[in-house]
């Protein structure tokens, strides 16, 4: 164990010595400032005599594991609590974080901090936050042995721990998180689907807090992954403004989908605060029955009129960017908009730009009806080898169409 | 009209879908060793003692909804909660205990599973190796849904003690009048039983199970109306198959020649001469009882753990993503079904000791719940209210009292 490493669980208890190298008092807790510094252990908090007293970095000397805290300036101050502090003992230790490079959800044991000589002081960085059983086992002992023999016993056990810049503390109160500079830009950038897992694990005032301050959009993404019951309580949570931007990122049946778990007056305000168009779509969707082909579909599709060339298609794709993800098929309607055939994409690219669609259409024409129960439509998934399927309404209109991915979603819940 | 009906519908339907957690909680309380305190109590003493399973029911249900509430509020587990709240040491002690009087548990459960079968004269070395891998294989092989509606169907099976009840022809005027009248005896023997009836009905890991299995279940302050009631139904279920086990030993062993019975398949045999059925029915509610028993416990000891001190957790994980958590869930099954295999093995005082280590864990439990409880920047709103706690610390001095008492009388022997 290299000598500038120092864990808090040493850190706890360990002598303070004023200028004379008498003891003043032992270590209570130690305070970030996050607006000031990342990772500096910027307060000691110091128990001695009635009240705990407040050492600066600026006014430590040295920190050694052996000798302790040694200080060159004894003007100490009074601690009262000072809600810029994240103070590592109160609202660290024993707390949930995440591991962003991990992808989950740890419990806080220990940290391990890096002592470090700036300009003739000792600092006190945190480097790593400590998980697993070395940390248990320093914590049970913390107090009964020296460090030093702790640290001896501790090496068989292997460590387990995650860099300070790649954890993200988690804080509910959106004041205190402004104060102690918490962002969850972190978590943006994190597939929606690790996202959801993570908010999964947490309590619903954490789950919140993310939701509420994360942008919109990678909040759709992650809502959409989140199981159906807990969508529709952390909607329920959210303020109806804030759940209506989040409903209206997600793609239509989805969120059809998640305002059906709510009840009738919530999702009815969440509805009201939603942009116009959106509105409409959901809307429609939501008059179908779940379990059927129209509560499954969604309406991002797009369909062009039987007479089109292949030239007409790629121009309706360059209006329709958002889609191309995850669009395979084109949908040909006549005047009425009755739907007539579908187009795989990739025949597009073969295909002279003069080419009339109708030409490059499938032999047959599969689609369901909306009232389709989902057990047929899987069914036919499954015998025709589909990855889209048409929905039609009763006048044999395209309402919809089904993906595989709906399918796979089905499935999984059986 | 329409309105109040698809409001109904509503709620009948949020009961069925917050179903489990409450149900298979309080049935796994009638474990082996429940079913053999009421079948001795039924045995010795007739229908004397069932007066007490009306205030054993009010506090069954006083302590499992404050551990549903807490789970359904916070969205965590009462051992996160712990170490939240009260810090590693305290934590890894509680974890500690648990886990060894969770083990002696479970030991006890597959002798039940070995006397339950060897009344059908199959072999302990055959059944509860098969046992201890069904055990296994059901719960790291099969997700949480699946598990939990085997669970569920194993709570039906308790119905198998209401039938044998009738088929023995109790006297049901004096059942039911010894149900509502409190009966005291200045008998040692008799007092210890009480001691003991009430000593066995709450135990540590029940709080921890049930508050996970609401959290895992996802069940929100929403739907906590619905989850309160499915508690309190299970916990009514719980104590009518107690009473029907009483009622079917008074009825078939008391009332031909009171006597003490060493296991609960003495009972089951006790019953034999009131028909073929009464006996079978009862072996096989013990048979169902233990393995039920011998499923939850090690799976919510490895949970309880896992969550408290922090290691990944969950069937749906792998094993290289969670090997603590494998790792003592296995070793809690072969540790409890590998001893009960070895001759001369003091079971019995295995079983004693459980019983210790659980009246040593639970005032902690008990305890830190109600402190939990009644914390707002934890609960909000949900907090218990004034005459709650008055009940609560009541049932919770109670409960501490006759634990320790069991527990006294236990070590002195």
């Known amino acids: 164990m290299a000598d500038n490493l120092l864990f808090f669980t040493e850190l706890m208890g360990m002598p303070v010595l004023d200028l004379k190298g008498r003891r003043i008092g032992r270590v209570k807790d130690a305070a970030l400032v996050p607006l000031q510094h990342p990772s500096r252990i910027d307060r000691f908090l110091v128990g001695g005599g009635d009240a705990w007293l407040v050492i600066r970095h600026d006014q430590v000397r040295a920190i050694s594991v052996d000798r302790g805290i040694e200080l060159n300036d004894e003007q100490l101050i009074p601690y009262h609590d000072d809600e810029y502090m994240l103070r590592i003992a109160r609202d660290l230790l024993d707390q949930q974080i995440i591991d962003t490079d991990g992808r989950k959800v740890v419990r806080v044991t220990d940290l391990t901090m890096e002592i470090r000589n700036d300009e003739g002081r000792d600092i006190a960085l945190v480097v790593e936050v400590d998980i697993g059983l070395r940390s248990i086992f320093r914590r049970l002992l913390q107090g009964a042995l020296p460090p030093r023999w702790i640290r001896r016993l501790q090496n068989p056990i292997p460590p387990n721990s995650i860099r300070w810049e790649l954890c993200n503390v988690v804080e509910p109160d959106p004041h205190r998180r402004l104060r102690l500079n918490i962002s969850y830009q972190r978590l943006e950038n994190l597939h929606p689907a690790d996202l959801a897992d993570i908010v999964e694990d947490l309590g619903p005032a954490e789950r919140e807090a993310i939701f509420e301050t994360i942008d919109s959009e990678v909040a759709a993404e992650a809502l959409s992954e989140v199981d159906p019951k807990m969508q529709a309580a952390i909607l329920e949570a959210l303020e109806p403004e804030k759940a209506a931007d989040i409903v209206e990122e997600m793609s239509p049946d989805e969120a059809a989908d998640a305002l059906s778990e709510l009840e009738d007056a919530t999702s009815e305000e969440i509805l009201h605060e939603m942009a116009s168009e959106p509105k409409t779509d959901v809307r429609e969707l939501l008059e179908f029955e779940e379990d059927t082909a129209g509560g499954m579909m969604n309406t991002e599709y797009v369909a062009l009129h039987e007479n089109a060339t292949a030239v007409d298609a790629l121009g309706a794709l360059k209006g329709n960017e958002d889609l191309l993800e995850t669009l395979n098929t084109l949908f040909l309607v006549d005047a009425e908009e009755r739907l007539t055939a579908a187009v795989p994409l990739a025949r597009l690219f073969v295909a002279p730009g003069s080419a009339r669609l109708k030409d490059l259409a499938t032999e047959m024409l599969i689609e369901v009806p909306v009232y389709e129960h989902q057990n047929r439509v899987t069914e036919l998934f499954d015998k025709y080898n589909l990855l889209t399927l048409p929905v039609v309404d009763e006048e044999g209109k395209l309402a919809g169409v089904i993906t595989a991915d709906d399918i796979i979603s089905v499935l999984r819940q059986k | ?413």
Request: aromatic share 12%; proline share 4%.
């Open chain 2, 1 to 413: 009209m329409r309105k109040f009906l698809s409001r109904f519908r509503y709620q009948i339907a949020l009961f069925f879908a917050v179903i489990g957690p409450g149900f298979i909680t309080a049935n796994v309380d009638n474990d082996s060793g429940g079913i053999f305190t009421y079948s001795a109590a039924g045995a010795r003493y007739g229908y004397l003692p069932l007066w007490t399973l009306l205030p054993i029911t009010l506090v069954l249900i006083v302590t499992q909804e404050m551990s549903s509430r807490m789970g359904a509020v916070t969205g965590k587990g009462l051992s996160d909660l712990i170490r939240e709240e009260f810090g590693l040491r305290v934590t890894f002690a509680m974890m500690t205990l648990l886990v060894l009087a969770n083990l002696t548990n479970v030991m006890a459960e597959f002798a039940g599973v070995a006397s339950s079968l060897e009344l059908f004269h199959i072999s302990r070395y055959i059944s509860v190796p098969l046992a201890a891998v069904a055990v296994w294989f059901l719960v790291v092989k099969g997700n949480y849904k699946d598990v939990e509606k085997i669970f569920l169907f194993g709570c039906a099976i308790y119905v198998t003690y209401i039938i044998s009840g009738f088929l023995v022809k109790p006297d049901w005027k004096e059942a039911a009048i010894y149900s509502v009248k409190p009966s005291l005896a200045l008998d040692p023997g008799y007092i210890y039983m009480l001691i003991g009836m009430v000593g066995t009905t709450i135990a540590p890991w029940m709080q921890f199970y049930l508050q996970s299995a609401v959290v895992e279940k996802g069940i929100t302050v929403k739907e906590y109306a619905a989850s309160r009631l499915e508690v309190i139904v299970g916990c009514i279920m719980t104590d009518v198959v107690a009473f029907f086990i009483i009622v079917a030993c008074a009825g078939a062993i008391y009332s031909v020649r009171p006597r003490e019975i060493q296991n609960a398949a003495e009972a089951a045999l006790g019953l034999k001469p009131f028909g073929q059925y009464a006996f079978l029915l009862f072996s096989a509610g013990l048979l169902n009882a233990s393995i039920f028993s011998a499923s939850v416990l090690p799976l919510s000891t490895a949970y309880s753990v896992c969550e408290g001190l922090g290691f990944e957790a969950g069937v749906n994980k792998r094993l290289s993503e969670a090997p603590i958590f494998y790792l003592l869930y296995t070793l809690l099954i072969a540790v409890g079904a590998g001893v009960v295999l070895i001759p001369g093995f003091p079971l019995v005082r295995m079983i004693l000791l459980s019983q210790v280590l659980n009246g040593m864990l639970l005032p902690f439990v008990l305890i830190f719940m109600v402190l939990l409880i009644n914390r707002r920047d934890l609960m909000g709103d949900w907090i218990n209210p004034q005459w709650f706690n008055l009940v609560t610390w009541v049932s919770v001095a109670v409960m501490i009292g006759l634990t320790l008492a069991l527990l006294g009388i236990t070590i002195k022997g």
